[in-house]
């Protein structure tokens, strides 16, 4: 397993990241328990939740998984050291959560004791936000216009940004978090938290998770270039497609118990004709390569410079199997050729 430094914090984490959204919907307490021990014994080091999971979000699974990797670190505390934690904050728009409200110092503080009782530790190794107060342009909100940027009350925003770096702040001092992180957030939002937390000594960002795949890579080069720059880890979610990179989509398909077969908040935003073109054209080349359709885009997603550590998650064990040997591939300089290809015919197809 390849071990990477997690932006400027001084910890290392596997170059595989285990999602865990699922658990707590689609899987149980003993799925859960089967895919930690799985990543543990593959050196897997680095395992990422969020206050908001299971997902699809709802009051009903608000907090389940959290608690069922509690429930993990409560019958086996001594390798809670061999685990690197993330959570999240959720951001406004859930009523269920603070009743939709955006983030503050006060819900910072109230929602990291959440967390650590749900977490059943006594520290979280990374604690990050799961998307700003503002609006940003992430969940299929990135065609021109969709956001008018001009009205965005930019001293409101660096306000709330300084009371959240604050609150951050006495948590790090508590030892109730270590680092902290951000996710869905734009190269302006890294740098007002980068500026603000050198102007008055807060906490600095180590790292970003962004929706990032062979179907949406809005993050390069751009973001991506001041992530390295700024000494940040770029932490890929969903770099299947939310599954559609695997090809079990194709044509209409919906496996029984797969992702799109539930309802989804924002609506199945990735299934579009040009996707579905798209994804066919990475299964044909997969099998070129005898690759599988996971292992192609995964492998691809992980050789992008500045690609930190990749969040992976599956509902199956076999699934979790295929993915983290597509992390053992190495792509032929012949196949990222055909993908550039695909690429420049399919660049932002959803």
């Not at 209409?252 to 579905?276: C, H, I, K, M, Y």
């Amino acid at each position: 397993m390849k071990f990477n430094r997690l932006g400027s914090s001084n910890i290392p984490v596997s170059e595989i990241c285990l999602g865990s959204m699922t658990w707590g919907l689609q899987n149980t307490q003993q799925d859960a328990d089967q895919q930690i021990q799985y990543a543990l014994e593959r050196q897997i080091n680095f395992i990422d939740t969020a206050e908001m999971y299971a997902v699809p979000p709802s009051p009903e699974t608000y907090g389940k998984t959290e608690a069922i990797i509690g429930d993990w670190i409560r019958r086996h505390p001594s390798q809670r050291q061999d685990l690197i934690i993330a959570t999240k904050i959720a951001g406004p728009g859930l009523n269920w959560v603070r009743e939709g409200s955006p983030m503050t110092a006060k819900s910072v503080q109230s929602a990291v004791e959440a967390s650590l009782k749900r977490l059943q530790t006594d520290y979280i190794d990374l604690y990050q936000l799961h998307w700003p107060n503002r609006t940003s342009p992430h969940f299929a909100k990135h065609w021109p216009n969709m956001i008018d940027f001009s009205d965005i009350d930019v001293d409101e925003q660096t306000t709330q940004m300084l009371d959240i770096l604050h609150a951050l702040d006495q948590c790090v001092k508590a030892g109730k978090i270590r680092y902290c992180g951000l996710s869905n957030e734009t190269p302006w939002g890294i740098s007002q938290y980068l500026k603000l937390a050198q102007q008055h000594n807060l906490p600095k960002m180590v790292s970003i998770q962004n929706e990032f795949s062979l179907l949406h890579n809005k993050d390069w080069p751009y973001l991506i270039e001041q992530c390295v720059h700024e000494d940040i880890a770029y932490l890929p979610w969903s770099a299947l497609a939310g599954g559609a990179l695997t090809g079990k989509y194709l044509k209409g398909a919906r496996p029984e118990g797969s992702r799109w077969t539930l309802v989804q908040r924002n609506g199945l935003f990735r299934d579009t004709p040009q996707s579905q073109q798209a994804v066919a054209a990475y299964v044909d080349l997969a099998k070129q390569h005898a690759l599988t359709p996971a292992q192609l885009a995964l492998a691809w997603c992980k050789q992008v410079n500045g690609v930190s550590s990749t969040i992976i998650g599956a509902t199956t064990l076999q699934q979790l199997q295929e993915n983290i040997t597509a992390f053992e591939v190495t792509l032929s300089e012949a196949c990222l050729e055909a993908i550039k290809e695909i690429l420049q015919h399919h660049p932002q197809p959803f």
